[in-house]
Nanobody, 119 residues
């Protein structure tokens, strides 16, 4: 079965950095686009970033220039490097797998990892 496991969340001060990772298993990781989505306290899901199966990135305007998405297809790992963090980045971050035909049609989700940005 498809499994996605996030790690790397934690507490960081404004302006700081965190690196999130997601390990995929149960599918051919290298042929699927992948996505990061977040949910802030009391809010709905917000798309953060996606990456094609060959590494082409796209970012939400709210994180552009601060976050970098990447993947290592030899290790089945998706990464989100988050720099210049702001309190409004506080959220549970989820990695998700895209379907073959639609990068934003997500058919598997990880358990989430908490990111808290606070002084």
């Amino acid at each position: 079965e498809v499994q996605l496991v996030e790690s790397g969340g934690g507490l960081v001060q404004p302006g700081g950095s965190l690196r999130l990772s997601c390990v995929g298993s149960g599918f051919t990781f290298s042929i699927y686009a992948m996505t990061w989505v977040r949910q802030a306290p009391g809010k709905g899901l917000e798309w953060v970033s996606s990456i094609t199966h060959t590494g082409g990135p796209e970012y939400a305007d709210s994180v552009k220039g601060r976050f970098t998405i990447s993947r290592d297809n030899t290790k089945n790992v998706l990464t989100l490097q988050m720099n210049s963090l702001k309190p409004e980045d506080t959220a549970v971050y989820y990695c998700a797998k895209s379907t073959y035909s639609n990068i934003l049609s997500l058919d598997a989700w990880g358990q989430g990892t908490q990111v808290t940005v606070s002084s």
